[in-house]
């Protein structure tokens, strides 16, 4: 990243550097809402669909129902291509009282939430 006004000479005392690549990193599952937040699920290697699903399975009944927002919670997902596969709309549409969605990448979905009203 270099800081320095539009007519200034590039020089190294205006650098400033960053890593983009190399560092180490791990990709977590969680939710959270007004009471609180639910569980966190650590996620080695690459997550797919199936995986996902199984996430879901695992935890969001599990996370509603600790948050005492069963059965009238909504689930907030971007329009990620593992939210939208067909097993996992499919398993929304029966499982989950009401799913929003969001553009790719959105604020509003980073990290994804599940809301309840109370």
């Not at 569980?39 to 996430?55: A, E, R, V």
């Not at 291509?81 to 799913?99: D, E, F, G, S, T």
Request: charged residues 20%.
């Amino acid at each position: 990243m270099v800081w320095r006004k539009p007519s200034s000479e590039l020089e190294m005392k205006n650098m400033t550097s960053s890593v983009k690549h190399g560092g180490g990193s791990q990709v977590v599952w969680g939710c959270r809402n007004a009471v609180g937040v639910g569980n966190l699920h650590f996620i080695d290697g690459m997550m797919d669909k199936y995986m996902y699903l199984g996430i879901l399975k695992q935890n969001l009944k599990q996370i509603a129902e600790k948050m005492a927002i069963l059965p009238h919670y909504k689930l907030y997902q971007d329009n990620d291509p593992k939210h939208n596969a067909h097993i996992c709309r499919l398993w929304a549409l029966y499982q989950c009282p009401q799913v929003i969605r969001t553009p790719a990448h959105s604020a509003d979905s980073i990290p994804l939430r599940i809301f309840g009203t109370i």
